[in-house]
T-cell receptor, first 113, second 109 residues
Framework: NAGVTQTPKFQVLKTGQSMTLQCAQDMNHEYMSWYRQDPGMGLRLIHY???????DQGEVPNGYNVSRSTTEDFPLRLLSAAPSQTSVYFC????????????FGPGTRLTVT | LAKTTQPISMDSYEGQEVNITCSHNNIATNDYITWYQQFPSQGPRFIIQGYKTKVTNEVASLFIPADRKSSTLSLPRVSLSDTAVYYC??????????WGAGTKLIIKP
């Protein structure tokens, strides 16, 4: 099992560019989520999905889109990058929400100039 | 508005027991409390989870009083490798996941 994988590990974007952060899991987990972690801060939930075809907004969804066409994949799209989106992005998966252990990917470090 | 609050930092020494407390208002009957550990440049890693009273596993204990408005992570006999950031997370039954800002724990020799 690879667990949760994320690509790329590092990315530099110019303001206004768009890109997609990839996330995949091979544990057949229903629940997947995206977080951002700013330097010295905790995690903030961007979007989550409770199953293929179902997504919802978290605490900080503005500027990001997600889709869940398969159980395994949960890409995060930045529509028009802004310097405020400079952060480390973590993808996580679990068997469910709340009472279930989340497994995190290694993170993508994004810098927007 | 749900909020999870924990101390910003703590210091301790090798071999000591460390207790980190988290406050969580608006917690409801079906909501779970989970603690994660994070090392630099890594994603958080699950430590322990509880619902009420006391839970113990091979690395930690979690104490939750009857009112459930707080919880305490207890790390017995810490070592230098326990230096990390520890996060408290409340998983609400409406899919909300509210993370604390993290407690930076530094263990000294």
């Amino acid at each position: 099992n690879a667990g949760v994988t994320q690509t790329p590990k590092f990315q530099v974007l110019k303001t206004g560019q768009s890109m997609t952060l990839q996330c995949a899991q091979d544990m057949n987990h229903e629940y997947m989520s995206w977080y951002r972690q700013d330097p010295g801060m905790g995690l903030r939930l961007i979007h989550y999905s409770v199953g293929a075809g179902i997504t919802d907004q978290g605490e900080v969804p503005n500027g990001y889109n997600v889709s869940r066409s398969t159980t395994e994949d949960f890409p995060l799209r930045l529509l028009s990058a802004a310097p405020s989106q400079t952060s480390v992005y973590f993808c996580a998966s679990s068997s469910g929400t709340g009472r279930y252990e989340q497994y995190f990917g290694p993170g993508t470090r994004l810098t927007v100039t | 508005l749900a909020k999870t609050t924990q101390p910003i930092s703590m210091d301790s020494y090798e071999g000591q027991e460390v207790n980190i407390t988290c406050s969580h208002n608006n917690i409801a009957t079906n909501d779970y409390i989970t603690w994660y550990q994070q090392f630099p440049s890594q994603g958080p890693r699950f430590i322990i989870q509880g619902y009420k009273t006391k839970v113990t596993n091979e690395v930690a204990s979690l104490f939750i009083p009857a009112d459930r408005k707080s919880s305490t992570l207890s790390l017995p006999r810490v070592s230098l490798s326990d230096t990390a950031v520890y996060y408290c997370l409340v998983g609400y039954s409406n899919y909300q996941l509210i993370w604390g800002a993290g407690t930076k724990l530094i263990i000294k020799p």
